[in-house]
């Protein structure tokens, strides 16, 4: 038990030692919520549902997920340990789940991707961001969004 304890400990020692200015998270207050995006993490996830009710009763069930209606036919979610969203009206298939990372650069971090071998798929804005997405070199469908100001 104490060894276990111990390789623990070293791992955790280990995991702060290579944090670097990268991973220094960026905090944005949105209406009441304190909303914080860490450069280059895992930042949001999608999924596709057919039926929205369905979906937000099952996992409001079983993980007590909640809910913030945005649109007819979408959702997002928060309690899952990554914020996250529901696209209605979509037939779950094999890619349907879209993960999304935020970057403070989002220029930048297109560029390293095509540099690392992915290609960019698509490139779109939306109220208060912009966003493109990715094919890693495996088939791999992700996309990189950034926070962009209202002007104003």
Not at 10 to 34: K, M, P, R, W, Y
Not at 104 to 127: C, I, M, Q, Y
Request: with cysteine; hydrophobic share 45%.
């Amino acid at each position: 038990m104490k060894l276990s304890v111990m390789f623990f400990a070293a791992g955790f020692v280990i995991a702060l030692a290579g944090c670097n200015a990268q991973d220094v998270a960026t905090t944005h207050s949105l209406e009441e919520a304190v909303v914080t995006h860490t450069n280059n993490h895992i930042d949001y996830v999608e999924f596709a549902a057919e039926d929205l009710g369905v979906a937000k009763a099952f996992y409001a069930a079983a993980f007590g997920w909640e809910f913030q209606d945005w649109a007819p036919t979408y959702v997002s979610f928060s309690g899952a340990g990554v914020e996250g969203g529901i696209r209605g009206d979509e037939t779950p298939v094999n890619g349907s789940t879209l993960v999304i990372l935020y970057a403070d650069d989002l220029e930048a971090s297109e560029k390293r991707v095509v540099e690392a071998g992915g290609e960019v798929t698509d490139r779109h804005e939306f109220p208060g961001g912009k966003r493109f997405h990715f094919r890693d070199p495996s088939g791999n469908v992700l996309g990189v969004w950034t926070l962009v100001e209202a002007e104003g």
